[in-house]
């Protein structure tokens, strides 16, 4: 179990340094494939809640320390005295979180051998991290705004990402299969039988 | 719930709130850290991205190529002429300045650096340049681009020749400035949710009932101490009068979609802006 739970970290890491040679398609609204939620969406369905929530805190503090922003507050000064707000750091942790718990809730179809059914549902579970993020951006600088544009850019990150599920889950299985940890019960059987 | 599952919530919560409760320096020094480690991907991602868009716009372009150089040779033999002219005109300019003790107000530094990697993250509009903490840059600094004002530097990475820019374009970028030829002066940010479409700047906090037309040039104040006096930043496009105040739409001067090279400049002297407000 330890060992299969490192791999996986080892793959969040390698997805960390493969996402900087994801380009965004500025045909398709600037969207791109997002390799670490990938990741971190298919190794949650494979692992325990416990494992779950370790990984969303390495992806959620890492994917924060890419890609989050500074804030003017050290400004000192009285001309921008308004600010936009900029969210906290670490608030990816509890997004990650809540799209790890969304995947453990259909476990027990994937341990049936049902992937298929997790390999779309990392693509609604990117559709609702990036909605939330999003939302989460709109309800801390206020002003409701949902354009056409970012409502087709969240679907195509989506579309794009789940795409690739597949290949994260063989990768996964192919891990599992040399840690000897059992992820499935039906279907196809990983663990090495003596 | 298993006790050891228990434990690892009980874990994730406590560094859940450390996470949440880290100040701005610890943040940046995080990211600073971050970025330290995986620089050389970093940069191999941005030539590898750099070497793509060089190859599909030579196969987009390949047709005009001869058309071009052809239009270029004529170009080139008007230039030469007009360069000729405007050497006479800065002798002449030199002179007068000369004659008349002319003071130049905005003498900065800039440093050109190329753009390596467009939009690295998802909702921000950042890009980031090849000239960073080892050419001088710090943090918070202007950025221009042919036309005017681009943005500013945002991260600086330790030890590395890069940098991070917020783009104007973005909502957290805000400027203060002037409609030229009035006396208004207001903050202009990017807008929220401009997706694949030319961007539009909002100037906000002006008069209800500015003297404000299309076509009016919105410049830089300096005040705040963080952009130089006097940089475009666009034109007006479109007046909206409030209750309390008005907005306005500013089309940007720099062409955001073909961003290459920036030029990084220093840090505004506020004294000496203060001087020239003085003697204005």
Redesign the interface.
């Known amino acids: 179990m330890i060992g299969y739970l490192v791999s996986v970290i080892c793959m969040v890491l390698t997805a960390i340094v493969l996402q900087q040679f994801m380009p965004a398609i500025e045909g398709l609204y600037d969207a791109r494939i997002l390799i670490v939620p990938l990741v971190f969406l298919c190794g949650s369905v494979t692992v325990s809640t416990g494992s779950m929530l370790v990984l969303a805190f390495i992806c959620g503090f890492l994917w924060d320390a890419q890609h989050l922003p500074g804030v003017m507050t050290d400004l000192g000064n009285t001309v921008y005295t308004r600010p936009a707000e900029m969210l906290r750091f670490g608030y990816s942790i509890i997004l990650y979180a809540c799209m790890g718990f969304l995947m453990q809730g259909i476990r027990p179809l994937f341990r049936e051998g049902k992937w298929h059914v997790s390999a779309l549902l990392t693509g609604v579970a990117i559709f609702l991290y990036l909605f939330a993020e999003f939302m989460l951006i709109t309800f801390v600088r206020g002003e409701f705004i949902l354009t056409r544009g970012i409502m087709l850019k969240i679907s195509f990150c989506a579309l794009l990402t789940m795409l690739f599920s597949p290949l994260v889950f063989w990768v996964l299985f192919k891990f599992a299969a040399l840690f000897n940890h059992t992820i499935r019960y039906d279907g196809l059987k990983t663990r090495r039988r003596a | 719930m298993?006790p050891?599952?228990l434990?690892?919530?009980l874990g994730?919560l406590a560094?859940?709130v450390w996470?949440?409760t880290?100040s701005?320096e610890s943040?940046?020094s995080?990211?600073s850290s971050?970025y330290r480690t995986?620089a050389p991907?970093?940069k191999?991602?941005?030539q590898?991205?750099l070497k793509?868009n060089a190859f599909l716009k030579e196969v987009e372009y390949s047709k005009d190529l001869e058309e071009r150089l052809h239009r270029t040779e004529l170009e080139f033999g008007k230039l030469g002429a007009i360069e000729g002219q405007l050497r006479e005109l800065e002798r002449e300019n030199n002179e007068l300045n000369a004659a008349l003790d002319f003071k130049r107000r905005t003498e900065f530094k800039v440093t050109a650096a190329r753009v390596i990697r467009?939009?690295?993250?998802?909702?921000?509009k950042?890009i980031e340049i090849d000239r960073g903490a080892m050419s001088g840059i710090a943090?918070?600094v202007p950025v221009l681009a042919s036309g005017g004002l681009a943005g500013k530097v945002?991260?600086v990475t330790p030890g590395r020749d890069e940098s991070?820019v917020?783009l104007l374009t973005?909502?957290?970028c805000?400027v203060?400035v002037q409609v030229e030829g009035t006396p208004e002066v207001g903050?202009v940010?990017g807008?929220?949710?401009?997706?694949?479409?030319a961007p539009l700047l909002r100037l906000r906090y002006l008069s209800k009932d500015a003297p404000i037309r299309p076509g009016m040039k919105v410049v830089t104040t300096g005040?705040?101490?963080?952009f130089h006096p006097k940089i475009l930043v666009g034109m007006i496009e479109s007046f909206e009068p409030g209750a309390f105040d008005g907005e306005a739409l500013v089309k940007p001067s720099v062409d955001f979609q073909n961003l290459s090279i920036v030029f990084v400049t220093s840090a505004p002297d506020n004294t000496s802006h203060e001087k020239s407000k003085e003697d204005e």
């Open positions: 298993k050891l599952n434990l690892i919530l994730f560094g859940m996470v949440i880290l701005e943040v940046r995080i990211q971050h995986i991907f970093v191999g991602g941005s590898l991205e793509a467009r939009q690295p993250s998802t909702w921000w950042t943090r918070q945002d991260r991070s917020i973005d909502e957290s805000q203060s903050i940010s807008q929220r949710g401009q997706i694949g479409e005040r705040g101490g963080l």
